[in-house]
Every structure is written in C-alpha cells, then in structure tokens.
C-alpha cells in the first residue's frame, strides 16, 4: 500500500513563496505521473499541476500557471510543489498522488495546509 506524506505548507503573505513536499513509499513511484490537488473549504479539490514520470513533462491548472513549478526527484520517491507569487485565493490544503489524465490512483495522504494573507 503506497502512502503519501505532505509537507512543507504554512502561513505566507500575499506575494510571498513555499516549496511543498511529497513523500511516496513504495516501488511504484518512480513509473507513475504525479499529481498536486488542492481543497480550499468546501467539497471539491482540483487538479493543480502534474508532472510525468521521467520529470520531462509538466502541466498546470490556468490559475497557477506561471507561478508554481513542480518537480520530482525519483531516487527520494519525492515531488515537489514550489509556489511564488502566493495569492490569498491559493489558500487550502494542498495534496500530491499519483495520477493519470489528472484523476488520482491512490489513497489521499493528510494534505498539507497553506494559507496566505492579504
């Protein structure tokens, strides 16, 4: 069973940066696209960006292009979520999985809370 620990969220001014984190065990990892998701209060949690399996191709949600970049690093079975320009509507909890056409595949780690003030 592969868990997935968040980590690196936290409370930011507007304009302001974080890098997230997110730690996979298992084997798999290294052959499977990566994902980041968000959930601000309320049901629904969206797609944020993706990342394939090599790291050679990424994609972003219109809403954080242009000012966050993940990446992954296969040997520590870890992506990465680097956030610039924080804005307060990027406030919620922030979640990483594996995933395929940007619908996760596995089971959801605790999430880890950004919030950014105006």
């Known amino acids: 069973q592969v868990q997935l620990v968040e980590s690196g969220g936290g409370l930011v001014q507007a304009g302001g940066s974080l890098r997230l984190s997110c730690a996979a065990s298992?084997?798999?990892?290294?052959?499977?696209?990566m994902g980041w998701y968000r959930q601000a209060p309320g049901p629904e949690r969206e797609f944020v960006a993706a990342?394939?399996?090599?790291?050679?191709?990424?994609a972003y949600a219109d809403s954080v292009k242009d000012r966050f970049t993940i990446s992954r690093d296969n040997a520590k079975n870890t992506v990465y979520l680097q956030m610039n320009s924080l804005k307060p509507e990027d406030t919620a909890i922030y979640f990483c999985?594996?995933?395929?056409?940007?619908?996760?595949?596995?089971?959801w780690g605790q999430g880890t809370q950004v919030t950014v003030s105006s």
């Open positions: 990342i394939s399996w090599s790291g050679g191709s990424t």
């Open positions: 298992g084997r798999t990892f290294s052959s499977v696209a």
């Open positions: 999985n594996a995933q395929v056409s940007r619908r996760p595949l596995w089971p």
